[in-house]
């Protein structure tokens, strides 16, 4: 009988005497405790997909459905066709990524959930499971009525078995996960888990039982619920496409053929924001750095930007103690792609200082082409590379990339162009809920300005990332600051004060790391205005654009001169100067501007103020008269230079346009000229 709503198949079920709930698209149950709250009842079923209506429907496995159901995901699809005829399965539901053999689940028998038991990629959802049934959105069924599972297959699955994994403590004959590992143990089958397709709810049951039977000792369940929910933001693997799953070609083991399937509709998806679930802000560290965004790390040259990095690296490689005392939760793999720093004489030296584990650290150093060639990395274009070789790693919490601009596949100014690059790493820090640091530099001359609009090059850099970091020091006491400049999920003040010290990391080589001090409080811009301001108030005309625009309206022998405004800011512009700092600083320098021209043809002069020009060298650049026009040195009986030429405003018109007389104007002149030859011949 074919469904036509979502709702009425849940109703369908429901009458049948099979509980069932809702879940979102992502498969987590909509209502407050998931599958624990699956009913037969109609008018709660009702209710709720009058509220949701396109909620998939889920449905509790184990003995409270009667069901226990094997969920084949692509990776396990073919030891699920080698063993076909012994499984004996009667009913098999298509899924979007597989298959769901499902089974009577006998009363006197308890299966509970397990992760890759049977094999990889072949999972079982019973006691504390459940399963989205896919029929009601029109994926085929095989089969009619469920059977038992076969005796091997219970008496394989009855209790869950440990899965043989390297670099595991062994106790007892069996493979266990001693202190110190599991939490990286459980995180990383959580991860797998997400990735395959699995709902929150679902990781954290097999996360229970795996806990129970692998741990030594157990986790606390309360530490175990954060492992899976930490997961939350992992993107399962694309799913299937329309040629693999129900449209054309059929999935399912040759003999078995589909009694049901209905198209999905296409087009324009629409997400009811009821149906989401709110999720908190998984923090790598809190308040600072989160797990799954970007966040950028900006400051001047010298300030030990990459130091710090390596220093937040070795916190998350031994769950160290973060500067503000607290201590990282879990273990974690970090990524450092640096095209400033050499690995071996700078990078490994940096971290064995900080004290990481080296064997959680991975550097990117290059790829091979398809035909073998070794070829630099490159941010911009590489992510889809980047993120299998996470994949391949379990996982990464923790992700360097310096500097940051060169993950821009095009101009860094360009607002468009910045936030279609840097996509690319916001989209790869979510797929593995994994923090992404990207280190930059402050644009010259922005001492004193908003530290998020310092950030060199568009400002859509700090648009995108989610937390804005900066570093700072005094030159005169090298004092280093470490503050908080934006934060969209999180307060936005605060910082440390740290140092940069030298350590001895074996016989002949040394290196560097940082030696967090106390907390500091205020805006990122007090703190850095306290670490960067002028003892002599002088400022520093190396990063001032009020020199540097005083030095670009004079010639090579400091004689001011006139430029038209756009080949002064193109120049400055040139120098990291931005344009909202060209502008203070014109503002500062009190810089007169006149107009010349008109509409298209119109251009803006700028000048310094109260010094006379030679008139020699009063455009920058010799600018061609206009038609018609006469130079003005050639209307003045004095010599230039003389009180004449120079009196009033150095800057009178170098030249004139001569005015076109009226016909009036013009017929009284002849006539007045020819009065005045009348008289003359009177005369003569």
Not at 191 to 202: D, I, L, P, T
Not at 405 to 417: F, I, L, P, Q, R
Not at 423 to 437: T, Y
Not at 621 to 631: D, F
């Amino acid at each position: 009988m074919a469904i036509t709503t979502l709702g009425e198949n849940a109703l369908a079920l429901a009458a049948r005497g099979i509980p069932v709930f809702p879940c979102g698209p992502d498969k987590a149950p909509l209502t407050p405790h998931g599958f624990h709250d699956a009913t037969t009842g109609a008018d709660a079923i009702q209710q709720w997909w009058a509220r949701w209506p396109d909620a998939l429907v889920g449905v509790p496995t184990g003995r409270i459905s009667g069901m226990v159901v094997v969920d084949v995901d692509p990776d396990g699809i073919a030891w699920a066709r080698d063993n076909w005829v012994a499984l004996g399965a009667q009913r098999i539901h298509v899924t979007r990524r597989g298959w769901h053999l499902v089974y009577i689940c006998r009363a006197d028998c308890e299966i509970r959930c397990s992760a890759g038991q049977l094999a990889h990629g072949v999972d079982v959802r019973g006691e504390g499971g459940y399963i989205i049934w896919w029929p009601a959105i029109g994926l085929e069924v095989s089969g009619g009525t469920a059977n038992t599972m076969p005796q091997w297959l219970e008496e394989r699955v009855r209790i869950p078995a440990a899965v043989p994994r390297p670099a595991l403590q062994a106790t007892g004959g069996e493979i266990k996960v001693g202190e110190g590992q599991r939490n990286d143990f459980l995180s990383r089958e959580a991860y797998r888990q997400r990735k395959q397709g699995a709902s929150v709810e679902e990781v954290l049951g097999i996360l229970r039982t795996i806990n129970a039977v692998r741990c030594d000792p157990p986790l606390d369940d309360a530490e175990v619920r954060l492992i899976a929910q930490g997961k939350a933001r992992v993107t399962p693997s694309p799913e299937p496409g329309p040629s693999d799953v129900g449209f054309g070609k059929s999935p399912l083991p040759p003999g078995v053929s589909p009694i049901q399937i209905q198209p999905h509709d296409a087009g324009v998806e629409l997400l009811c924001a009821a149906s989401i679930r709110p999720e908190a802000i998984c923090w790598l560290w809190n308040g600072w750095l989160a797990r799954g965004k970007l966040a950028i790390l900006a400051g001047v040259a010298g300030t030990g930007k990459s130091t710090v990095a390596f220093c937040l690296s070795a916190v998350v490689t031994t769950a160290g103690t973060w500067p503000d005392g607290s201590r990282c939760s879990t273990v974690g793999n970090v990524l450092i792609w640096s095209a400033e720093d050499d690995a071996a004489d700078t990078i490994v030296p940096r971290l064995i200082a900080a004290g990481a584990d080296l064997n959680r650290v991975h550097i990117i150093r290059g790829k091979k082409l398809p035909d073998g060639q070794p070829a630099p990395f490159d941010p911009a274009h590489d992510v889809p590379d980047l993120a299998r070789k996470i994949e391949g790693i379990g996982g990464a919490a923790l992700l360097i990339v310096d500097p940051i601009v060169s993950a821009v596949a095009g101009d860094m100014h360009k607002a468009n162009e910045v936030r279609r690059s840097l996509q690319a790493l916001v989209d790869l820090a979510a797929q593995f809920d994994c923090a992404v640091l990207g280190i930059s530099h402050f644009a010259k001359g922005s001492k004193g300005t908003s530290p998020q609009e310092r950030v060199i090059g568009s400002q859509a850099f700090g648009a995108l990332a989610r937390l804005v970091l900066v570093c700072a020091k005094n030159e005169d006491d090298d004092t280093r600051v470490f503050a908080r400049a934006k934060s969209n999920i999180s307060a936005d003040t605060g910082g440390f004060n740290y140092s940069i010290v030298g350590a001895t990391v074996q016989p002949d080589i040394s290196a560097t790391r940082v030696e967090w001090g106390e907390a500091l409080e205020g805006s990122a811009r007090a703190i850095l205005r306290d670490v960067e301001r002028d003892p002599d108030g002088d400022g520093d005309h190396g990063d001032d654009c009020s020199h540097a625009l005083n030095m670009a309206l004079r010639d090579t022998q400091g004689r001011p001169v006139e430029m038209t405004r756009k080949e002064v800011v193109s120049k400055l512009k040139a120098e990291g100067y931005s344009e909202k700092v060209i502008r203070t600083a014109r503002e500062n320098t009190g810089v007169k501007s006149r107009r010349q021209g008109f509409g298209q043809e119109m251009k803006s002069y700028w000048r310094l103020p109260d010094e006379p020009l030679d008139p020699k060298v009063v455009f920058a650049h010799p600018q061609p008269l206009p038609a018609g026009a006469i130079p003005l040195q050639s209307l003045h009986t004095a010599p230039v230079g003389s009180d004449r030429s120079s009196a009033a405003s150095p800057f009178v018109p170098s030249y004139v346009i001569p005015a076109q007389p009226t016909e009036t104007a013009r017929m009284a002149t002849e006539g007045t000229n020819a009065q005045h030859s009348a008289c003359l011949d009177d005369k003569q």
